[in-house]
């Protein structure tokens, strides 16, 4: 058959190269995980938002639907620290169909290991690391089955390297890293990839929060506290841009990218070339 005989509608639409994927994005509803649903959403994936802000991710969800593409995105309300209610049954419902896993969510906690409180170090292994093994668990039978997957963990350059006083958000992310690795092992006789992304200090309300806490009790402006303290060890001076992020993300999750494996891709600005 030429393709002057192939009827349009079944020549896929190069604008939309994730048209007929659905993404389930953790961490949906600000920074880097809005970002890479906007990403996602307008390359034509059908998006679930999951977040814990259920109010901030249904609007998102809203934004998403009127938008150019308005691919089919729904919200899911979810404390992905309550492990122990992230039940197979539920997770089988959100995940069976899903093509394309993000995790994104994520938490920091600040303090010296000696007077770091054992519950909240667990409370970050629960959402960073045993968290997104309950969701690739789920997700991967429905990927199997299709012969296509895409795990996209969204780690850090505290993936590959580590930093003083945030032992458990380096252990969760460390934790990660090998956790992608040996789903990519397991899973690329079916279609199915796993990687992780490791960005530096990337530009959210959160990151923007520290840097003004840390100038006022440093007494030092914002600028001197991103160039002295953040950016130290980083050859270009300034945050990553979420949607530099999310553009990555994208690039991962299209089918171009099936040989791209058990791999870390570093956007740190230089960080870890030292």
Same mark, same amino acid.
């Given at each position: 058959m030429? @393709?002057?005989?192939?009827?349009? $509608?079944?020549?896929?639409?190069?604008?939309?190269?994730? $048209?007929?994927?659905?993404? @389930?994005?953790?961490?949906?509803?600000?920074?880097?995980?809005? $970002? %890479?649903?906007?990403?996602?959403?307008?390359?034509g994936a059908e998006l679930v938002l999951a977040d814990l802000d259920g109010a901030r991710a249904e609007a998102l969800a809203d934004e998403l639907r009127s938008g150019p593409s308005g691919p089919a995105t729904? $919200?899911?309300a979810v404390d992905l620290g309550d492990t122990a209610r992230l039940t197979?049954?539920?997770?089988?419902?959100?995940?069976?169909?899903?093509?394309?896993? %993000?995790?994104n969510a994520g938490v920091q906690h600040i303090s010296p290991i000696e007077d770091f409180d054992p519950a909240e170090f667990r409370r970050i292994l629960s959402i960073m690391l045993e968290a997104p093994f309950l969701l690739v668990r789920a997700a991967l039978p429905g990927m199997y089955s299709r012969g296509f997957g895409r795990i996209i963990n969204i780690s850090s350059v505290h993936g590959v390297r580590a930093s003083a006083f945030k032992s458990a958000y380096v252990t969760a992310k460390h934790g990660l890293e090998g956790f992608s690795k040996a789903t990519a092992l397991e899973a690329a006789p079916h279609g199915v990839t796993s990687v992780c992304v490791n960005p530096g200090y990337v530009r959210t309300p959160l990151v923007e929060r520290q840097l003004e806490q840390q100038a006022e009790a440093h007494g030092v402006s914002v600028e001197e506290v991103l160039e002295?303290?953040? @950016?130290?060890?980083?050859?270009?001076?300034?945050? %990553?841009?979420?949607?530099?992020?999310a553009s990555l993300v994208a690039w991962l999750a299209s089918d171009d990218a099936a040989m791209a494996t058990g791999s870390s891709y570093l956007l740190d600005g230089g960080w870890s070339a030292h």
């Open positions: 030429t @393709l002057q005989q192939v009827p349009w $509608a079944v020549i896929p639409d190069a604008r939309l190269p994730l $048209a007929g994927r659905r993404a @389930l994005v953790t961490g949906a509803a600000g920074g880097i995980g809005a $970002a %890479v649903a906007r990403e996602l959403a307008s390359r729904r $919200a899911w197979d049954e539920r997770l089988a419902g959100m995940l069976g169909d899903v093509d394309i896993l %993000v995790n002295r303290i953040l @950016l130290a060890d980083a050859a270009i001076k300034r945050l %990553v841009e979420p949607h530099e992020v």
